[in-house]
């Protein structure tokens, strides 16, 4: 069972022998590395990627469920969240009742007579509510999601956990996410916002989306098509590469048991309720499996930036990304075993 010709083992060989490899190179080299291959796998990597895989998959049914299954993870998982962030926020306001507080507030009078308000201090703070919204908007569905898919439920149905991502997680990433942060967090300095739809149309895997379905017609010389398979698998390594890279660089781990329930209702709880909707719209089997293990997937290290660009709360963010990481090798049996 627990041998190298199992795909769930050799997924966790790789899993875990790239990352560290990837933390160690990032302890070791300058972080100008880390995003030098980050580029090069946005850019090169990845589109060649797409094309390549594409070619491969199965793009027969309703593959459209696909997209529209990311949508509806994100926003019942969003539902969630805020109804823990509200809960959360009502307990607060209870605690603060019982004490004879009535509003955030509290007028003191200073020795010099002078009065002066105190505000109470608020553990769901707007730019933690930010933070927490966020992890839960965008994951990890590219640079993990893509080694992880491909590993479990193979190059043919490949294709669902990619509409999943780029029309789906992609997308929100960049309309629900921005609008989160700017609803939750404020401008850094002079750091500019990020504009959304500047940063789609530099999204070369978006495009790279209708090349690859047309590049399905086009016959390519062997030699071609072999070179493209090789970048597509070395970039599936080097992502999980750069992941351990960017792991390296985080620093303090804070707020954990926020992060742990964000990372509960993003990683466990989502993908159970819609999983196991899914089996009522007649989606099961293996592209059932590939958009769950999309929907499980951890924060992606994007939600750092928006963090960082929008004054949100970085310790949360970071120790989501941290734990996610971590999580995501314990739950990955748990879809295998409810949704294979």
């Excluded at 966790?12 to 100008?32: E, F, M, N, Q």
């Excluded at 797409?50 to 993870?73: E, K, N």
């Excluded at 539902?79 to 507080?101: H, N, Q």
Aim: proline share 5%; with cysteine.
């Amino acid at each position: 069972m627990f041998t190298l010709e199992n795909p769930l083992v050799m997924l966790y060989v790789r899993l875990i022998g790239w990352t560290v490899l990837g933390y160690v190179l990032g302890k070791l080299l300058p972080k100008v590395y880390t995003t030098y291959l980050g580029k090069a796998l946005l850019f090169v990597g990845v589109p060649i990627g797409i094309v390549s895989f594409l070619r491969q998959a199965d793009l027969s049914g309703w593959i459209v469920i696909a997209p529209t299954t990311a949508w509806v993870a994100i926003f019942v998982g969003a539902g969630l969240a805020w109804i823990w962030i509200d809960l959360g926020v009502s307990d607060e306001r209870f605690r603060a009742l019982s004490r004879g507080i009535t509003s955030r507030e509290k007028t003191v009078e200073t020795a010099s007579g002078t009065t002066t308000t105190l505000e109470q201090e608020s553990a769901w703070s707007g730019p933690t509510q930010g933070s927490f919204l966020l992890a839960m908007t965008l994951g990890n569905t590219a640079f993990m999601g893509y080694p992880v898919s491909l590993a479990l439920v193979g190059p043919q149905y490949f294709a669902w956990s990619l509409f999943y991502d780029l029309i789906g997680s992609t997308i929100a990433a960049y309309s629900v996410g921005i609008a989160l942060a700017s609803r939750f967090g404020s401008a850094a300095g002079n750091q500019p916002k990020p504009n959304p739809f500047i940063s789609m149309a530099k999204t070369p895997a978006l495009w790279s989306l209708p090349v690859g379905v047309g590049m399905r017609f086009v016959s390519l010389p062997t030699v071609v098509v072999s070179g493209m398979s090789t970048i597509a698998w070395t970039t599936v390594t080097l992502s999980l590469v750069m992941i351990g890279m960017q792991l390296s660089q985080l620093r303090t781990l804070k707020n954990i048991k926020k992060a742990l329930t964000c990372l509960s209702i993003k990683m466990l709880l989502t993908p159970l309720v819609v999983g196991t909707g899914l089996m009522f719209f007649g989606v099961t089997g293996e592209p059932r499996l590939a958009m769950v293990l999309q929907m499980a997937m951890p924060p992606a290290f994007s939600t750092l930036v928006i963090a960082q660009a929008y004054n949100l709360d970085r310790d949360l963010t970071v120790t989501t990304l941290a734990f996610g990481v971590v999580l995501l090798l314990f739950t990955i049996p748990i879809w295998l075993w409810l949704f294979s």
